[in-house]
């Protein structure tokens, strides 16, 4: 798991520096840098596998352009981007060139470190004397082959080159629109959803943790489930919802299908997957952890991924992005392994980031009977835009 994450010189980054939990949510105003932050890391993630361009990074879920360095007025066009991750004992950290007219589309590795303890495992320079190799390729990615399958650092940069940017978009997630990322168990943006919770609920206890979950959160629902259709190329699952209010037929019950049941029922079960599901990837990004959804859903689901992160054996990290306050007061943030950190950009236009820490004030206010959400919207936690 990541316990450090640091970026330098990207977008609207100048220098960041991270102390990461399990659950790790963003706030701040639109265009403060939090997407920016999720695709740092996406950088990082395709050095780690071996190349940075355009292609890996759109497959991490990354946002496509050209436009990676900062263009700050005192900053130069040519300023390398510096990402880093360590855990306890592994560290990964690169220096790249990204793209720019007169470049290559693929990013260029500078330097590219990967050290677990006092062993080095890589460490190449491109400027260095006698440098040999293509400098658009990785050497990490292509040493991980020599390294024993449980060896610690080799996991620790698996999980990196596994993260990308989950981003569920309703047609996808009904199945009118084709997944361009598909992924297992489910795609960015949710394709192969259907399936994934057929294979879900087979697992012991994860269709009662979803059950409960939409018994507390929606009123109408009754019950799910997976139904199998048969196809030339074998067998697909599609999705059945339950309403309690609708009537049935000699025993024969009217199901809604994805494409009429409301989206939040399906962003439920999207984020469930990549949560419980034995596939899903140990280190995941979620932007706009909101998606589809009422702020009391938005609460209760929050408090569902926490525990069942938590819970977990997998060890699973994510970082979020957010615009609704009720996920805030999802957070159980008494706990330290869930951090929440406000975005915000300074009086130079660079993004900060800070980890919210609970003050007197803080303590004052909860005592008064206001939430956490309620104390972002009146600005005493920062992510506010100050106009």
């Known amino acids: 798991m990541v316990k450090r994450f640091r970026v330098e010189c990207f977008k609207s980054i100048e220098s960041v520096e991270l102390e990461l939990g399990n659950v790790n949510v963003f706030i701040g105003a639109n265009g403060g840098g939090k ?19 355009p292609e890996s990074l759109v497959r991490r879920g990354c946002r496509p352009g050209w436009l990676f360095q900062p263009l700050f ?10 990402v880093s991750a360590d855990d306890e004992a592994t560290t990964y950290c690169v220096r790249l060139a990204s793209p720019s007219p007169g470049r290559p589309a693929a990013w260029q590795f500078r330097r590219e470190v990967w ?40 996991n620790f940069l698996r999980s990196l080159a596994g993260y990308s940017i989950y981003a569920p978009e309703t047609p996808v997630l009904r199945g ?28 012991e206890q994860a269709g009662e943790k979803l059950r409960s979950l939409f018994q507390a959160g929606m009123e109408w629902f009754s019950g799910f489930g997976s139904v199998e259709i048969k196809v030339p190329a074998g067998v697909r699952h599609n999705l059945a919802f339950m309403d309690r209010f609708f009537r049935s037929d000699n025993h024969q019950f009217y199901v809604l299908g994805p494409t009429e049941v409301n989206e939040g029922a399906l962003y439920l079960l999207f984020v469930a997957v990549l949560c419980l599901h ?11 952890a909101d998606h ?8 209760n689901l929050m408090q569902a991924m926490c525990q069942w992160l938590l819970e977990s054996k997998e060890q699973r990290q994510v970082l979020m992005t957010t615009q609704n306050p009720l996920v805030l007061d999802g957070l159980p943030l008494q706990d330290d392994r869930v951090r929440l950190f406000t975005v915000d950009r300074d009086n130079r236009g660079r993004t900060t980031v800070k980890r919210f820490v609970i003050t007197e004030e803080h303590r004052k206010k909860a005592q008064e009977g206001w ?17």
């Open 35 to 53: 997407s920016n932050l999720l695709e740092a890391f996406g950088v990082l993630a395709a050095a780690a596998f071996g190349r940075v361009d």
């Open 115 to 154: 050290k677990e303890g006092g062993k080095v495992i890589v460490d190449r320079e491109a400027s260095m004397e006698g440098s040999k190799g293509d400098p658009q390729a990785g050497l990490a990615a292509l040493r991980l082959a020599e390294i024993p399958v449980g060896d610690q650092a080799a």
């Open 278 to 288: 034995k596939a899903s990837p140990k280190l995941f990004a979620l932007d706009n």
């Open 371 to 387: 939430t956490l959400s309620r104390m972002w919207v009146n600005g005493l936690i920062g992510g506010i835009p100050n106009v």
């Open 176 to 203: 009118v629109t084709q997944e361009t990322q598909l992924r297992e168990p489910v795609g960015l943006a949710g394709g192969r959803v259907a399936d994934a919770v057929a294979e879900l609920i087979k697992q």
């Open 73 to 82: 007025r005192d900053v130069p066009t040519d300023t390398e981007t510096t």
């Open 292 to 299: 589809g959804l009422n702020p009391l859903l938005a609460k």
